[in-house]
């Protein structure tokens, strides 16, 4: 994994958005994914503001999200949906049919993870995914657990990660218990890994990503498998290594 250093998140959001703008410029039609959290909103940011100066085209680009809370439906504002929407999509020229993320409030749950799957294939796979990392090392909404996941499934949310994401809810009642994520194999399979990370309180998630034994129990470490990694992070969160 390549490791890039920076003193702040403005600084990661801008390094990150340097990536994942060459990986455009580089391959107009590319295949995206992308992730939800405080981790690329400033990465976002950037990118709106690229295409508005004119230094970004997405016209071509295809995204495909990582997860999304099972029971919210897409114009619920604390979806990942809308969370997208008001975030960046509102803000470049994508075209919103070329944008997909897994349908929460589907009727049958387990025949949208077959179609999410599905689609990631009929897209070619993914060039480029970014991700963040929970505290307890997960990515999308893959849990700690005794196996890695392979597609797209349904995931139980544990309670360290309704808490963490109980600041978006009125009340820890508010978070949705569960979510629909891409599965490990959908992720490790993308061509190109961007992870961005900022923050003293992820500083032991990223030394155990990075320097442990790569294991289900924290689903970041398969990422020292990939070939083309990168990890963007600010001097805080990796203050532990
Ligand atoms: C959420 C999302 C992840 C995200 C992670 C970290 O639960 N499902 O995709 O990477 O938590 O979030 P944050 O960037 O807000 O710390």
């Given amino acids: ?29 590319s ?25 970004l085209d997405f016209s071509a680009v295809c995204t495909v999200n990582l997860d999304e809370y099972v029971g919210l439906s897409p114009e619920h504002e604390q979806s990942y949906a809308n969370f997208m929407w008001t975030n960046l999509f509102s803000k470049i020229n994508i075209a919103p049919g070329n944008t ?9 749950l387990v025949s949208e ?3 999410y799957d599905e689609l990631i294939r009929s897209l070619g796979g993914i060039d480029l995914q970014l991700l ?4 307890n090392g997960h990515i999308g909404f893959n849990e700690p657990a005794d196996f890695f ?3 797209t499934h349904m995931v139980k949310l544990t309670s ?4 963490a994401n109980q600041r978006f809810f009125n009340n820890i009642a508010d978070v949705p218990t569960h979510a629909l994520t891409m599965g490990i194999r959908d992720i490790i399979q993308a061509r190109r890994i961007l992870v961005v990370v900022s923050g003293v309180d992820k500083a032991d998630a990223v030394k155990r990503m990075l320097t ?14 990939h070939r083309d990694c990168i990890l963007v992070a600010d001097e805080a969160a990796l203050s532990a290594l």
């Fill in 132 to 135: 963040g990392i929970g505290h």
């Fill in 212 to 225: 442990g034994t790569v294991v289900p129990d924290m689903p970041a470490s398969i990422l020292q498998l």
């Fill in 113 to 115: 993870c077959a179609s």
């Fill in 31 to 55: 295949v995206i994914g992308l992730a939800t959290g405080s981790s690329p909103i400033g990465l976002y940011n950037n990118l709106a503001k690229r295409c508005t100066e004119g230094r």
């Fill in 149 to 151: 996941p392979l597609g």
């Fill in 160 to 163: 360290s990660t309704q808490k």
């Fill in 100 to 108: 997909h993320l897994p349908n929460g409030i589907a009727e049958d």
């Fill in 1 to 29: 994994m390549r490791i890039i250093k920076t003193k702040d998140y403005e600084q990661m959001s801008t390094i990150a958005a340097d990536i994942l703008g060459a990986q455009i410029i580089s391959k107009p039609e």
